[in-house]
């Protein structure tokens, strides 16, 4: 996992109270909230629902590379209750604290947690912003999942195993397949998203690498 994820820090051992609860991210609207607040807070974001896209697609990042991940590496999984989130929120999701030894899980379990049970819970509390409708937060989860993928290719994850690992995944999700491409580029795996997460609306800010009116060369070469 920690080769896989050079960009984060992984630790097995009980987590500090400072740290974010995933459980609660799912389970209380007011923390899932938060994650916009600080989303704001830490970036030139000025629109709430530009701010509550980023997050999601951010938190479901962390998400998949501590769930998702492991289960396409062939180690299990840390259900998404388990794990916390070390950092300043708002982009600084630097740590993930996944305590004791991965599990084994199945495709269906793996979907049922991941997805029914946290990432569409916690899209549900961002409902509330305006602009943050279903269709388009399931592209900020898309997006978050390919990602993950992605970023371990520029680790020591091989892209070939992760990619069918992916095509699994958007063969048992319908809806999953249209949020983007998983496809190799210039650093490995690169997810090309089909739903903008409004990023190019900060001030002096433009369209992020992945921003679906950019063209498919630019985003795989960047």
């Given at each position: 996992?920690?080769a ?146 992605a ?41 090309l ?30």
């Amino acid at each position: 996992m920690a080769a896989a994820c050079p960009e984060i820090r992984i630790h097995c051992d009980p987590a500090p109270p400072d740290t974010l609860s995933c459980a609660q991210v799912a389970g209380d609207p007011e923390v899932a909230l938060g994650l916009v607040a600080a989303e704001l807070a830490a970036t030139a974001h000025r629109v709430e629902a530009a701010a509550a896209r980023t997050a999601l697609s951010v938190y479901a990042i962390k998400i998949g590379q501590a769930t998702v991940l492991p289960w396409a590496l062939g180690l299990g999984w840390w259900h998404p209750d388990r794990v916390r989130l070390g950092g300043d929120g708002g982009h600084g999701w630097h740590t993930l604290h996944l305590p004791g030894a991965p599990e084994p899980v199945t495709l269906a379990e793996l979907i049922d947690g991941i997805f029914e049970g946290h990432l569409f819970r916690v899209a549900g509390h961002l409902a509330a912003v305006r602009g943050c409708a279903r269709p388009t937060m399931l592209g900020q989860i898309g997006f978050g999942i390919g990602t993950a993928f992605a970023r371990a290719t520029r680790g020591a994850a091989d892209s070939a195993h992760l990619s069918l690992a992916h095509q699994q995944l958007c063969a048992a999700l319908p809806w999953l397949g249209p949020t983007g491409r998983l496809l190799p580029g210039t650093h490995g795996l690169t997810f090309l998203r089909n739903h903008c997460c409004l990023f190019w609306t900060a001030p002096e800010e433009d369209a992020c690498r992945s921003c679906p009116r950019r063209t498919d060369e630019d985003r795989l070469t960047t």
